[in-house]
């Protein structure tokens, strides 16, 4: 099935509003999803409403909450997401983020208690629209581990993201936004739900055995996500879990923490402006010329050319925002469980559901 982005993000945010969020805070939600869709990563599109109504309704996100500033020195600031929607929370403090790196060069903002906060390349990209590079380490709690340390078959993190980004002159920034696991967990949904296999190398079984079967991170007897890139993926999720978790939430994955099902994020975010460096200009040509230093190199067997971070998402928007967003049969139904669940009438569901091409 495809869905055009429009009345999607309009769909997405009568769910949120029945479930009990405000106009703002549902439609700035609606529209993180759907641009995640937009940027070919449904596995953090409108996949995850069924989650985010659920936790409403579980009492573990609070759709009215913003964030709250906990300590502030200047260059280091404190915030506490209180638990409302990650896309609010992360924005707000994204912004708080981009207003102190203005004015110090440099900030680091601690970001506790987020719901989950989505796609995180979306807060990097806010700071590059504002000429700002930022680095994001993130981890993922509130629910049991998925993914293995390297050397392990058993469950100890999260797919804890990782980002920076890179603001370009006259172009998109440059978005390296990705999972420190294999795949993102919501693709393996996503292949679950559609029934389809994983790519080789991203899930081990019960045993420690290599499988592309998603049947394993749902059914029992469970397997493990692996991590990206053998020990050095593995590694910088540690950091994600140390930096993210450990200093800004102190809510990290060892067991000393309950696990009640709910999505919690913690971001420790730097962000500087280039200006206080060697300033903007001198920087640009730097990062201008190394773009196309890279992009120039000859393809290998397979690959029609180089792309850089953030690229295959602008290509998948481009044809998404043309010719509609995909969603399988289990993940729409749902989601239209989903809107019942957050009090739609049918009637508002047809008539929601029927407007979706429109
Ligand atoms: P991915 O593997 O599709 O892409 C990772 C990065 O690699 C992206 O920056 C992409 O632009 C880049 N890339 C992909 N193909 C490339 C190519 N051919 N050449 C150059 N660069 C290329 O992404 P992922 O790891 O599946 O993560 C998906 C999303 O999930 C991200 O937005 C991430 O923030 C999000 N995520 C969120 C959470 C959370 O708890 N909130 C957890 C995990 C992941």
Same mark, same amino acid.
């Given at each position: 099935?495809?869905?055009?982005?429009?009345?999607?993000?309009?769909?997405?945010?009568?769910?949120?509003?029945? *479930?009990?969020? =405000?106009? #703002?805070? +549902?439609? !700035? $939600?609606?529209?993180?999803? &759907?641009?995640?869709?937009?940027?070919? /990563?449904?596995?953090?599109?409108?996949?995850?409403?069924?989650?985010?109504?659920?936790?409403?309704?579980?009492?573990?996100?609070?759709?009215?909450?913003?964030?709250?500033?906990?300590?502030?020195?200047?260059?280091?600031?404190?915030?506490?997401?209180?638990?409302?929607?990650?896309?609010?929370?992360?924005?707000?403090? *994204?912004?708080? =983020?981009? #207003?102190? +790196?203005? !004015? $110090?060069?440099?900030?680091? &903002?601690?970001?506790?208690?987020?719901? /989950?906060?989505?796609?995180?390349?979306?807060?990097?990209?806010?700071?590059?629209?504002?000429?700002?590079?930022?680095?994001?380490?993130?981890?993922?709690?509130?629910?049991?581990?998925?993914?293995?340390?390297?050397?392990?078959?058993?469950?100890?993190?999260?797919?804890?993201?990782?980002?920076?980004?890179?603001?370009?002159?006259?172009?998109?920034?440059?978005?390296?936004?990705?999972?420190?696991?294999?795949?993102?967990?919501?693709?393996?949904?996503?292949?679950?739900?559609?029934?389809?296999?994983?790519?080789?190398?991203?899930?081990?079984?019960?045993?420690?055995?290599?499988?592309?079967?998603?049947?394993?991170?749902?059914?029992?007897?469970?397997?493990?996500?692996?991590?990206?890139?053998?020990?050095?993926?593995?590694?910088?999720?540690?950091?994600?879990?140390?930096?993210?978790?450990?200093?800004?939430?102190?809510?990290?994955?060892?067991?000393?923490?309950?696990?009640?099902?709910?999505?919690?994020?913690?971001?420790?975010?730097?962000?500087?402006?280039?200006?206080?460096?060697?300033?903007?200009?001198?920087?640009?040509?730097?990062?201008?010329?190394?773009?196309?230093?890279?992009?120039?190199?000859?393809?290998?067997?397979?690959?029609?050319?180089?792309?850089?971070?953030?690229?295959?998402?602008?290509?998948?928007?481009?044809?998404?925002?043309?010719?509609?967003?995909?969603?399988?049969?289990?993940?729409?139904?749902?989601?239209?469980?989903?809107?019942?669940?957050?009090?739609?009438?049918?009637?508002?569901?047809?008539?929601?559901?029927?407007?979706?091409?429109?």
């Amino acid at each position: 099935m495809l869905i055009n982005a429009e009345p999607l993000c309009r769909f997405v945010t009568e769910i949120f509003l029945s *479930a009990g969020a =405000a106009q #703002a805070a +549902a439609k !700035e $939600t609606a529209d993180h999803l &759907v641009l995640a869709n937009l940027k070919g /990563h449904d596995s953090h599109g409108v996949g995850m409403v069924p989650t985010y109504v659920g936790n409403i309704g579980r009492g573990n996100l609070d759709p009215s909450a913003h964030m709250a500033v906990r300590r502030d020195t200047g260059a280091v600031v404190l915030a506490d997401g209180c638990f409302g929607f990650g896309q609010v929370v992360g924005r707000e403090a *994204a912004d708080l =983020a981009i #207003a102190r +790196a203005r !004015e $110090t060069g440099l900030v680091c &903002v601690g970001l506790r208690n987020a719901h /989950h906060l989505g796609r995180i390349g979306t807060y990097a990209e806010r700071c590059a629209e504002a000429g700002l590079v930022s680095v994001h380490f993130v981890n993922v709690v509130g629910h049991d581990p998925l993914v293995s340390p390297w050397g392990s078959r058993e469950r100890r993190l999260q797919t804890n993201p990782f980002c920076v980004a890179v603001p370009r002159d006259g172009d998109s920034p440059i978005v390296l936004d990705m999972a420190t696991s294999a795949i993102a967990m919501g693709k393996v949904r996503v292949a679950y739900m559609s029934g389809k296999a994983v790519p080789d190398g991203a899930l081990l079984d019960h045993d420690g055995m290599p499988t592309t079967d998603p049947r394993t991170m749902f059914e029992a007897p469970r397997g493990a996500l692996g991590p990206f890139g053998t020990y050095k993926g593995y590694g910088l999720a540690l950091m994600c879990e140390l930096l993210g978790g450990g200093l800004a939430g102190e809510w990290t994955m060892q067991p000393g923490h309950e696990r009640i099902g709910t999505v919690v994020n913690n971001m420790l975010m730097f962000v500087l402006d280039p200006r206080a460096f060697g300033g903007h200009e001198a920087f640009q040509r730097e990062v201008l010329a190394m773009v196309d230093y890279v992009k120039g190199a000859a393809p290998r067997n397979g690959f029609d050319r180089v792309r850089i971070p953030g690229e295959p998402e602008r290509e998948a928007m481009a044809k998404r925002s043309a010719e509609g967003i995909p969603i399988d049969d289990n993940s729409w139904q749902a989601v239209l469980e989903a809107a019942r669940q957050a009090g739609m009438g049918e009637d508002a569901i047809r008539t929601g559901v029927g407007n979706r091409d429109g």
